[in-house]
């Protein structure tokens, strides 16, 4: 074994994005790294943040998490998808499931036989064709069988970082409590060279990760990276979150409710539920928005609702110098598509791949920040579809989203939809095409016209072909257990993790 310096990594901050990134550096890159996270118990962390996609399970495979004990500590559910109501207009209702559908070829993707059948007039909904759609429906999950079903969960924040910091700890990281008074620089090149705690205490370090959320301590108030506002594009602004106890079985799914103003969550786990209310400050009073989160929620209250403020966009550059920005410190947009959690994973997944062991070379951030600007970018374009593709005008909140100038990569998506019912994945893109189809024909877009393969299969053959892919998926979703009895199979031992 070769001789090697360790690298001293400082992580600024003890919450989700913190925890992740200790856990990850400590366990993957072992005795070439010295890793110390400097936390705040007074100070505490968003405690929010409980919804993930599916990146999440492989980011847990390749640091080699075991599912069953995850499942076990963090009240963990499982998620196939989202279920958004009266997001097109009041009363509608779909969900962006996590799976794929069935009859695709090369030439023609499934929504250009699908489209086909409803000319022809078979007029049964996309998502009967789509595994996971339907066992979100019927509130089945497994994690066993073919086809396997893709999926995310829903977790307990406090116990994920709690959870996080055993492995951490066991692999080497020090957890230092105290609170970030200041931070001392290197003379000339300007890097910070140690964290100042409020007792006096010096942390050193040669990479300084600030996981300290919004307060972002270090990548803006220590090494002034500025802040792009988006809030042009995704006017909420505010949200309140509540706990409370669970009052039916969790179902597979994240729930996003459009109201006048904004939407609100509801996300299931194991001993409770986390409920809030997304809303934009200027369209809403926020003791107007507690009240309607409160007359809202079903279950009893575990706790007083609490109100985070938030600004949409993205620090300039979330890797200056010596010091790499984590979580609520790096920028953020609304919750809506679950990414946030998923950033964290994919940043910090990228410094190790990237790990400056000979320090931080500009050519190095330089590739990071642009694969991470580009990724944040991205989402945020996702999650302005669904604002700008409503046929809503009850409020003035929803005038404004649709009458929104988008950006142009958006509007050319949105218009080859509609004129060619093309959707795809684009290099970079953290959606799938499958992602965007379901999202923007359940906000109603119509497609104006459609590849017309399907007109070539002989008379009946679409139809039969549709209707023993239905019949199939409906008999696996039958067969499948109830979530709830899973989730209780899986902790018994009786499943396989
Ligand atoms: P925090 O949790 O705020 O942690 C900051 C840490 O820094 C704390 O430990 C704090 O004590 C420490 N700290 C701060 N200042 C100091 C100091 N001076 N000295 C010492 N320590 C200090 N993401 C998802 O993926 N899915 C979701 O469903 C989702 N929902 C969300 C809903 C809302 C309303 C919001 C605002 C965010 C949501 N997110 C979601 C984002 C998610 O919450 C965050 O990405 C995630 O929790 C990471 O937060 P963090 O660790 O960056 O910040």
């Known amino acids: 074994m070769s001789d090697v310096t360790p690298t001293r990594v400082v992580v600024a901050g003890g919450g989700t994005a913190g925890w992740i990134a200790a856990m990850a550096l400590a366990r993957q890159l072992g005795r070439l790294v010295d890793v110390t996270l400097v936390e705040s118990d007074d100070i505490g962390t968003i405690g929010v943040g409980e919804a993930t996609i599916p990146t999440a399970r492989s980011f847990h495979e390749f640091l080699r998490i075991d599912e069953r004990a995850f499942v076990e500590a963090t009240g963990a559910t499982f998620k196939l998808g989202i279920q958004f109501e009266n997001w097109a207009r009041p009363g509608d209702q779909y969900i962006h499931s996590f799976g794929t559908f069935a009859l695709q070829n090369w030439v023609a993707d499934f929504q250009h036989f699908w489209l086909e059948a409803r000319h022809a007039g078979i007029d049964t909904p996309m998502g009967a064709y789509c ?9 089945r999950f497994s994690n066993e069988g073919k086809p396997a079903l893709s999926y995310a969960y829903h977790l307990d924040a406090g116990r994920y970082a709690a959870f996080l910091r055993t492995i951490a700890e066991t692999n080497g990281a020090q957890r230092v409590e105290g609170r970030i008074a200041d931070v001392r620089h290197q003379p000339e090149s300007g890097d910070i060279a140690a964290l100042v705690l409020e007792d006096g205490r010096e942390i050193e370090g040669d990479l300084f990760v600030d996981c300290t959320g919004f307060r972002a ?8 990276s500025g802040y792009d506002d988006w809030s042009e594009w995704l006017a909420t602004d505010a949200a309140w979150a509540v706990q409370t106890e669970t009052d039916e079985a969790p179902p597979p799914l994240t729930r996003a ?8 969550w509801r996300i299931p786990l194991q001993h409770r539920t986390g409920n809030g209310l997304v809303f934009a400050s200027d ?5 107007k928005a507690r009240d309607r989160l409160m007359g809202s929620i079903t279950g009893r209250p575990r706790s007083e609702p609490r109100l985070i403020r938030y600004k949409t966009g993205k620090r300039q550059q979330m890797w200056r110098g010596n010091c790499l920005a984590l979580g609520l410190s790096s920028g953020f947009v609304e919750p809506l598509e679950s990414t946030s959690i998923h950033l964290v994973m994919i940043g910090v997944t990228r410094l190790i791949q990237m790990f400056p062991f000979a320090g931080s070379d500009q050519a190095v951030r330089d590739r990071w920040n642009t694969m991470a600007d580009t990724e944040l970018e991205k989402v945020r374009d996702f999650i302005i579809l669904h604002y700008k593709l409503t046929e809503r005008d009850d409020s003035a909140f929803w005038r404004r989203c ?6 142009d990569s958006l509007r050319h998506r949105i218009a080859s939809f509609t004129s060619s019912a093309q959707a795809w994945q684009a290099p970079d893109d953290l959606f799938r095409a499958e992602s965007w189809l379901q999202v923007m024909l359940g906000q109603r877009l119509q497609p104006e016209h459609w590849h017309r393969i399907g007109a070539l299969m002989s008379e009946g053959r679409l139809e039969g072909e549709l209707e023993r892919q239905r019949a199939a998926i409906a008999a696996h979703v039958d067969r499948l257990p109830k979530h709830q009895d899973f989730i209780e199979r899986l902790l018994s031992g009786k499943a396989q993790a």
């Open 217 to 224: 301590l270090l990548i803006g108030q220590a090494m002034g």
């Open 257 to 264: 409710i459009a109201h006048d103003a904004g939407w609100q």
């Open 131 to 139: 595994l996971e759609h339907e066992a979100a429906l019927a509130g």
């Open 283 to 287: 369209y809403l009073d926020p003791d």
């Open 402 to 407: 649709r009458d929104l100038a988008i950006p």
